[in-house]
């Protein structure tokens, strides 16, 4: 499946931004999705999933309560809302479909969108 992630911009602190993943190609609503990040000089850490019906949610610790994963497979598109965004939220963003075991780790992960970029000034 392709993933094609966008949304991502300039926002100051405490400001909001909803990033979008399409998927194209074989269907991803049998998958589980989940978003990802990388900072400059970090590795790539987990920020949040969803399971395939979308009734189950996975989050890192640090975005619980401002970030929330939301799916509509009917579009084929997973979004990540993220509200009161910090300046340690900069990074580029990933979504990808999961292939199977944890959604916490990138290795179960299948496909990765090209990702999309969040900066958040201070």
């Known amino acids: 499946v392709q993933l094609q992630a966008s949304g991502g911009g300039l926002v100051q602190a405490g400001g909001s931004l909803r990033l979008s993943c399409v998927a194209s190609?074989?269907?991803?609503?049998?998958?589980?999705m989940g978003w990802f990040r990388q900072a400059p000089g970090k590795e790539r850490e987990f920020v949040a999933g969803?399971?395939?019906?979308?009734?189950?949610?996975f989050y890192e610790e640090s975005v619980k309560g401002r970030f929330t994963i939301s799916r509509a497979n009917a579009k084929n598109t997973v979004y990540l809302q993220m509200n009161s965004l910090k300046p340690e939220d900069t990074a580029v963003y990933y979504c990808?479909?999961?292939?199977?075991?944890?959604?916490?780790?990138?290795?179960?992960?299948?496909?990765w969108g090209q990702g999309t970029l969040v900066t958040v000034s201070s």
């Open positions: 190609g074989r269907s991803s609503s049998g998958s589980g």
């Open positions: 990808a479909a999961r292939l199977s075991g944890s959604y916490y780790l990138d290795r179960n992960y299948l496909d």
């Open positions: 969803i399971n395939w019906s979308g009734d189950s949610t």
